[in-house]
Each structure stands twice: as structure tokens, then as C-alpha cells.
């Protein structure tokens, strides 16, 4: 046993500070060599306990880049046309939760001291006719075109401009199956009126099942049954220097029957309503709390088997003057030993699956920030995980060395 035969020397090596080779080269620190060999001992442990970790860190990360790529798809409308303040009508939920204005908001809003600029924003839900029967309901979004901010973005056939001629829509790649058309020109029924499909854009799509189809304010409101006054949205911008909040309330006082938030307020309380509201995001992190404790109990369980099956040379080496500190050390090294193996595996496959999700219905985002998180959690749960071994070890008594 490696372990059995290295204590003499461990017992030596406590109190031996330098760790230098003879030639002057470091040499790894006993105390590292014993978690090594321990860890890799048993083959066939140690390739459980990083399938166990590794299967966590996938689990977890894929879940975590589920709940990040549904809050950026959540707001990804309200971020692809940002404004310093939004005016909404009162009690709006999300973004995609519209309903129309009065008609006036855009000239009160003209009217306040530090405003530069106020622009109409059309949502409504439409009903879609595929060209070969059949319906479905779709989200229907008009921006003006001479807007520096005109939706939609990442265009790739077609163009913006070409929205501006009657009867015409832009929608995404992605859901050509589920609106039934294939290629530019294709024509469709939009709440009974023909309309030619002019624009096709990439990965610009809706956090629920409903398309979005872009076009442009007029049309967009001849299409949705409103006045040639009205929006759903106000997009404010305001003056350089102008103070924001003052702002905001002044618009407030003049138009009492709306809400006005600034970018970071509507872009929160969309998502809060999804994630919290709905319940969405609590599943998503009942997975990511599954994730943690399968990594935790496979983890615990190797660790403390492992343990149990060495006691004998951790009481040996507690009864040639080892403390219960320094055995400690080896288990948390093991531990630690493990979560790296396990995440740099488990990372690995997660951001393979995340390239492989790219072109799907399915949004999973990966950022530097969420794998070092990602990072830390593995290398704490895995600690955590060699809590009862540690216990288990502090509870050694030398003397059962002389009883065998």
C-alpha cells in the first residue's frame, strides 16, 4: 500500500522544511505525493467520482447558461431598441404584455424639459395564415424606419428599407417551419391582409412560442386595428446632461395614466415576470440545485470510502506524530484534485453542447464571469463533499495501531 509505505517518511517530512531536491529542483510536497496516490490508488473511485463531477458541472452549467440565455432572450427587444426612458401603459407586466396608448404620450413627452426625442413602438399579438392553411398566433413589432433604432436587427436576406413598402413583414430563419414559408417573397396572411415576406433575420427570436414578425410602424399599425396616433411603447431620449430621474418624474406628472421606466427598470420587471412570475426560472434552478447535490453525495461518498478503506495507514501515520491537521490536508487535496479533473472535463463537454444548441429553439449562453462562478461552486462542493471523510479521520485513534 503507497500509503502505508510512505508514513515513515511523512513522519520525517513534517518536520523537514525545505522541500528542495539535492540538484536544487523543488520536488512535489508529501503531503501533495500522498492525496496523489491515494486518489489514484483505486482506478476505478477515482473514475466515478469525476463522471460524478463531471455530470454536475455539465448539468449545472448547461442549466445556469439556460437561465442567462432566456433573461438576454427575454429583454432582447427591449436591448436591441434602448431608450433613456419608456413609457408605458400602467400596469404593463413585460414588454410582450402590450396594449395600446391613448395617442398623446409621444407630444406630452415632447413637452418635458430634457426630453430630445420620442418614438412610437408598436407590439400587438396578430393572427398568422400559412400559405397552405392553417393559423397561429404571432407577435407583430413596428418601429419607425427613419429611426436610428429601427427593428430588426441581424438582417440577413433582404433589407430594413425594403419593410417600408406596404404589405411587407421580416421575420427569422428559425421559424420558417412554424409560419410556413421558406424564402424571400413568400406571401402569408397577417389578421386577413396578404403580406410578403421582404427581410429574414438570424437568431432573433422569441423567449415564448410566439414568432415575432417585424414591419414597420404604419403598417404595423394598420395591421393591429390602431389609430395612426397610437403605440404600445414610448422610447424616450433625453438631452445631453439632462438629469434622468427629474425627468422621469416630470413625465409622470403629465401623463398619470402611464408608467415611465428607464431601461434597466422595464428590462428587469420583463424578466422578473417570466422567471419569477411564471415559474420558469425556479425550474431551471431546481436543475441546477440537482446538478449540485448529485456532484455533492458522489463526491462525499467516494471520498469517505476511500478514507474508510486507508484508515489503518492514517492511524499509522497519526501514530508516528502526524496531526489530524496534516491528514486533513491530504483529504482536501484529494477533494480538491477531483474538482479540477471534474470541471475542466465537465466544462469542456458544456461548451460543446452550448455550440452545438447555437442554430436551435434552445438559447444557452456561456460568459467568463458564469464559468468562473461555475468554478468556484465545484471546487466548494467538492470540499464540502469530503466533510464526513475529514470527520471520519479526526476520529482516528492511534492505539488501534498496536491492536492489530
Known amino acids: ?105 409621444r407630444y406630452m413627452a415632447l413637452s418635458a424639459p430634457g426630453v430630445a426625442d420620442s418614438e412610437d413602438m408598436l407590439v400587438s399579438f396578430a393572427r398568422w395564415r400559412k400559405p397552405l392553411g392553417g393559423e397561429t398566433t404571432v407577435l407583430l413589432i413596428g418601429t419607425s424606419g427613419d429611426s436610428p433604432k429601427a427593428l430588426p436587427l441581424n438582417i440577413t436576406d433582404g433589407s430594413r428599407e425594403a419593410l417600408e413598402a406596404p404589405n411587407t413583414v421580416a ?14 417573397d413568400d406571401v402569408a396572411e397577417l389578421n386577413g391582409s396578404t403580406v410578403k415576406l421582404v ?5 432573433v427570436r422569441s423567449f415564448t412560442t410566439l414568432p415575432f414578425v417585424f414591419t414597420s410602424l404604419e403598417e404595423s399599425r394598420r395591421l393591429a386595428g390602431a389609430n395612426q396616433d397610437q403605440a404600445s411603447y414610448q422610447r424616450v431620449t433625453l438631452l445631453p446632461g439632462a438629469d434622468i430621474e427629474t425627468v422621469r418624474k416630470e413625465i409622470e406628472t403629465r401623463l398619470p ?29 431546481a436543475g441546477k440545485l440537482l446538478g449540485l447535490i448529485v456532484g455533492i453525495v458522489i463526491v462525499a461518498q467516494t471520498l469517505y470510502s476511500s478514507t474508510k478503506d486507508h484508515i489503518n495507514e492514517f492511524a499509522t501515520l497519526r501514530a508516528l506524530g502526524a496531526g489530524a491537521g496534516y491528514i486533513v490536508k491530504v483529504i482536501l487535496i484529494q477533494a480538491i484534485l477531483s474538482g479540477l479533473i471534474g470541471f475542466a472535463l465537465g466544462m469542456s463537454l458544456a461548451l460543446i453542447a452550448i455550440q452545438a444548441a447555437q442554430d436551435t429553439k434552445l438559447t444557452i449562453i456561456m460568459t467568463m464571469p458564469l464559468a468562473v462562478q461555475l468554478f468556484a461552486i465545484t471546487i466548494g462542493m467538492c470540499i464540502f463533499a469530503a466533510t464526513s471523510a475529514i470527520i471520519k479521520v479526526v476520529r482516528i485513534d492511534p492505539a488501534v495501531v498496536f491492536s492489530r
Open 199 to 203: 427581410a429574414i433575420t438570424k437568431r
Open 1 to 105: 500500500m503507497e500509503l502505508a509505505a510512505s508514513a515513515p517518511v511523512l513522519a520525517k517530512t513534517r518536520f523537514a522544511p525545505s522541500p528542495k531536491h539535492r540538484s536544487g529542483k523543488r520536488t512535489m510536497p508529501m503531503v501533495v505525493k500522498l492525496a496523489y496516490r491515494n486518489l489514484f490508488h483505486d482506478r476505478l473511485s477515482f473514475f466515478v467520482t469525476v463522471v460524478g463531477i463531471m455530470f454536475s458541472v455539465v448539468l449545472v452549467a448547461v442549466q445556469s447558461g439556460i437561465y442567462l440565455g432566456s433573461a438576454n432572450k427575454i429583454a432582447a427587444i427591449i436591448d436591441a431598441a434602448p431608450a433613456d426612458l419608456w413609457v408605458v401603459p400602467l400596469g404593463t407586466k413585460s414588454y410582450d404584455d402590450p396594449s395600446f396608448l391613448s395617442g398623446r404620450e
Open 171 to 184: 421575420i427569422d430563419r428559425s421559424y420558417f417551419n412554424d409560419l410556413g414559408v421558406s424564402q424571400l
Open 257 to 285: 395614466d402611464t408608467e415611465v421606466l428607464t431601461q434597466a427598470q422595464f428590462r428587469t420587471r420583463s424578466q422578473d415576470y417570466w422567471l419569477k412570475q411564471t415559474g420558469a426560472g425556479a425550474a431551471l434552478d
